[in-house]
């Protein structure tokens, strides 16, 4: 019996090329996937423990995974990889995590990490590690940047000796490391951004006067010699009084609670205010010293919201500009009312009731009373 003849399909000559460049590329991707070193990072010793923060964790934020070319003889060169993940050598690299007194936790990102290598003599290796971390810290659940370290080592190894890498590599790593722990320990006991509780002071300013400038104070009423700029003529006033009010101070860190310590300035300014030589009677004045009263009282109102409103240590510096703003709308807004109601002094029954209102709020300290004239 003839034996059956198992016939094939024809290739057609034109296809043959692709189909050997496709073997080739299968064969050339099969060599480099094979043509690598990797590399195991030593863990040297760390002698040194975070104070005040925890190292939480660390994440491989690079683009290149691989390490850069890794002579392996003068002329042959593999890329290089680390044998296990950067996050995993960074956890057995850091500290062991501490209790945080201030409930810092801070977290780093490895931004850059290569090797990079040239041959000096037949047997002779040099090398440099590049690194750079970022370092942010994680505080009442929002995250801020801390720091961003660049640096590395530089390296001499025999060209068949490529587990020293591992020992540079390892070097370079916790200098890092090292390097942002004792920026932590200086900026941890001054630098505001790492409290996590604030207390407030806010005193009166002590002086009563200094220069062109009046200071509040019940013992030291106004006289017409504090009016000290040229009356203004034409005008249908018979004075005028530039009072304000604002606070300032500074800030210190005491056992990881930022302290603010504040003055609070109501004021008047001498050449910025005014009377008309015909208008220096007693019931003027008292109308020009109601003006002062009230900005007391606006001043009073604004120390009192920044108080109990509790401040953000992280951003109490917006939340006192804000609330300082509200309370200098407020103070105008009340000025004018209070000019509305007495016809800027004229209406004397109006004059009496504000004038007995003032003394009422300041005598009780309850600020509150305005709030009608405020709506």
């Avoid at 950067?86 to 690299?93: E, N």
């Avoid at 006192?320 to 004018?336: C, G, P, T």
């Amino acid at each position: 019996m003839k034996k059956p003849v198992r016939k094939y399909p024809k290739i057609p000559l034109r296809v043959i090329p692709f189909i050997l460049s496709c073997l080739f590329l299968l064969c050339i991707s099969k060599l480099f996937a094979q043509d690598q070193t990797f590399i195991a990072v030593d863990i040297p010793q760390v002698d040194w423990q975070p104070k005040g923060y925890v190292l939480e964790g660390f994440t491989d934020e690079r683009t290149n995974q691989e390490l850069g070319q890794i002579f392996i003889s003068p002329s042959y060169v593999q890329l290089g990889r680390l044998e296990r993940s950067v996050s995993d050598i960074l956890g057995q690299l850091a500290p062991s995590p501490q209790i945080a007194d201030h409930n810092n936790m801070v977290f780093g990102r490895v931004m850059d990490l290569r090797v990079e290598e040239k041959v000096i003599s037949s047997n002779v290796v040099e090398g440099k590690i590049h690194l750079s971390y970022a370092f942010e810290q994680l505080k009442n659940d929002r995250f801020s940047h801390l720091l961003d370290f660049q640096g590395g080592v530089t390296y001499k190894r025999s060209i068949h000796r490529t587990d020293l890498i591992g020992s540079a590599l390892g070097k370079a790593l916790v200098a890092g490391l090292s390097h942002f722990n004792d920026w932590m320990e200086a900026e941890i006991q001054s630098n505001p951004s790492f409290s996590t509780q604030l207390h407030l002071s806010i005193e009166d300013y002590e002086a009563n006067e200094v220069g062109d400038t009046v200071f509040y104070h019940p013992d030291r009423p106004l006289t017409w010699e504090d009016f000290k700029d040229r009356p203004r003529s034409g005008s249908r006033f018979a004075a005028s009084i530039f009072p304000s009010f604002s606070i300032d101070g500074d800030t210190e860190l005491i056992d990881g609670e930022l302290v603010l310590n504040m003055k609070l300035k109501v004021y008047m300014l001498k050449n910025a205010s005014w009377v008309s030589a015909d208008s220096k009677n007693a019931y003027g004045l008292n109308h020009e010293q109601r003006h002062f009263d009230l900005v007391k009282i606006v001043g009073e109102r604004f120390r009192n919201r920044l108080l109990i409103m509790g401040l953000d240590p992280e951003d109490y510096e917006s939340e006192i500009n804000f609330e300082y703003l509200e309370a200098f709308r407020e103070m105008n807004r009340l000025q004018a009312a209070y000019d509305e109601a007495t016809s800027h002094g004229r209406n004397k029954q109006a004059q009496a009731q504000w004038d007995k209102l003032i003394d009422e709020i300041l005598a009780s300290q309850a600020w509150y009373k305005v709030d009608e004239f405020l709506r």
